[in-house]
């Protein structure tokens, strides 16, 4: 247990669908992130909030929108996802100036 | 920008053997280093980091790393590998300047034999 819960572990969705991803940590950590773990490639930053406010995007399209609402929660939105984009998306939170991340346990996604 | 190489796609060893797995970044400065560890349906727990000091980098379960700043290199060991050990194992780099941003290899995955 590491302090950062992902909710939920499973969804499967179709590709006309709306879901949510969920992150939540109570470390005190001020930095949250979401990194995507495809098969046979590295893990890839997709997000990074720091108190709050968005500092890094990588090239993200844009059926992917994330929130953070306050430095405990984070959010992923999905929408007209593709089958591609069926991964591991894991949580990660620190309090910043590349101190360790701390993983939540992920959500595996399936698009049908 | 940043890199990591993990030449080691998987390795096979038996228990009570001694393990190296490596990894080999590309930066310009001393990066920050760590090394997580994976079990399957999990998500990545830290092993180890190294920011500066001591190259040689103790870490949880027995494991360590040693910065080689000529090598560009920071290699995990372990002197005797348990059953439990087997797992997929990532290097990853930290930018100092950038902050927040980790960038991972592609894993090794251990096997151990009984």
């Known amino acids: 247990e590491t302090g950062v819960t992902q909710t939920p572990r499973h969804l499967v969705m179709g590709m006309t669908n709306k879901k949510s991803l969920k992150c939540e940590q109570h470390l005190g950590h001020n930095a949250m992130s979401w990194y995507k773990q495809s098969a046979k490639k590295p893990l890839e930053l997709m997000f990074v909030?720091?108190?709050?406010?968005?500092?890094e995007n990588n090239s993200v399209p844009s059926r992917f929108s994330p929130e953070c609402p306050n430095s405990s929660h984070l959010f992923l939105h999905l929408h007209t996802l593709q089958p591609e984009d069926s991964a591991l998306y894991l949580c990660?939170?620190?309090?910043?100036?590349?101190?360790?991340?701390?993983f939540g346990q992920g959500t595996r996604l399936t698009v049908v | 920008a940043q890199s990591v190489t993990q030449p080691d796609i998987h390795i096979t060893v038996s228990e009570g053997a001694s393990l190296e797995l490596r990894c080999n970044y590309s930066y310009g400065a001393t990066p920050y280093l760590f090394w997580y560890v994976q079990s399957p349906g999990q998500g990545l727990q830290l092993l180890l980091k190294y920011f500066s000091g001591d190259t040689l980098v103790q870490g949880i379960k027995g494991f360590e790393a040693e910065f080689k700043r000529s090598q560009s290199s920071f290699n995990l060991r372990k002197p005797s590998v348990h059953w439990s050990d087997a797992a997929e194992y990532f290097c990853a780099v930290g930018d100092p300047s950038s902050g927040d941003k980790l960038t991972f290899g592609t894993g090794t995955r251990l096997a151990v034999r009984p």
């Open positions: 909030y720091s108190l709050e406010e968005r500092v």
């Open positions: 990660a939170s620190s309090l910043g100036g590349n101190t360790e991340a701390f």
